[in-house]
């Protein structure tokens, strides 16, 4: 997970159609994404209420070798973290905003053979996840306020700190991907590559998409 200059699609299915979820995650897949984005919500932490471990374990079912990039937007992710690693889960991100014992919970994540990532809200600074940088595979900058899919992309609350997230990478030889998530289509995803970003979570811009992978190829080259 090393190369920051791949472009690294991940169709959130926060906004597929679950009433055909088989047939979606396999045309995500089929359609050229790279990943699969799962929005995890408690209705505490962010004011939705999505999934928990089970639709994640049939997700694993469905596509057992696609990577699932766990995205825990709740209050207390180092009681549930076990729960969502046998489910099938080939990456967890919490959030540092939450009060809770973080590193821990990283170290905890990867113990068990998967990745960790850390995420911040668009007010939240990157000063506040600095001390973790050193132990996460990914940091996810939200590019929306989490809770509901299809919201305005933040342009200038969240690249500033894509950017100073980025240079804090190289000056200090650390080897975390940047990911955003939120309002991502192919004239976002331009934008926040050029900041340094380098996983894109889309859910309307793939899963709504007239032509999903056209879509993912616009956003993939964009």
């Not at 471990?53 to 937007?73: E, G």
């Not at 590019?143 to 894509?162: L, R, S």
């Not at 934008?191 to 979570?201: D, P, Q, R, T, W």
Request: glycine share 6%.
């Amino acid at each position: 997970m090393l190369n920051f200059n791949q472009r690294i699609i991940a169709p959130s299915l926060l906004a597929a159609d679950w009433s055909k979820l088989a047939d979606e995650c396999e045309h995500a897949i089929d359609s050229g994404a790279d990943w699969l984005h799962l929005d995890v919500m408690d209705g505490h932490f962010v004011n939705n209420i999505s999934f928990g471990p089970n639709f994640v374990k049939h997700v694993h079912q469905i596509v057992p070798n696609a990577f699932l990039d766990t995205h825990l937007m709740i209050e207390r992710p180092d009681k549930y973290i076990h729960q969502f690693i046998k489910s099938g889960s080939s990456n967890i991100t919490i959030h540092v905003e939450p009060d809770y014992e973080i590193e821990e919970t990283i170290s905890e994540i990867k113990k068990s053979g998967i990745t960790a990532g850390i995420a911040v809200n668009p007010e939240t600074s990157i000063e506040s996840v600095r001390p973790y940088l050193d132990y996460v595979d990914i940091l996810l900058i939200m590019t929306v306020t989490p809770g509901f899919g299809g919201q305005k992309f933040m342009i200038d609350e969240t690249m500033p700190k894509v950017k100073e997230a980025k240079e804090i990478r190289e000056q200090n030889n650390l080897s975390f991907h940047i990911q955003v998530d939120g309002g991502i289509c192919s004239r976002t995803a331009k934008i926040s590559a050029s900041y340094g970003a380098n996983i894109m979570v889309a859910g309307t811009g793939t899963f709504r998409a007239p032509n999903m992978k056209s879509a993912i190829d616009e956003i993939r080259n964009a």
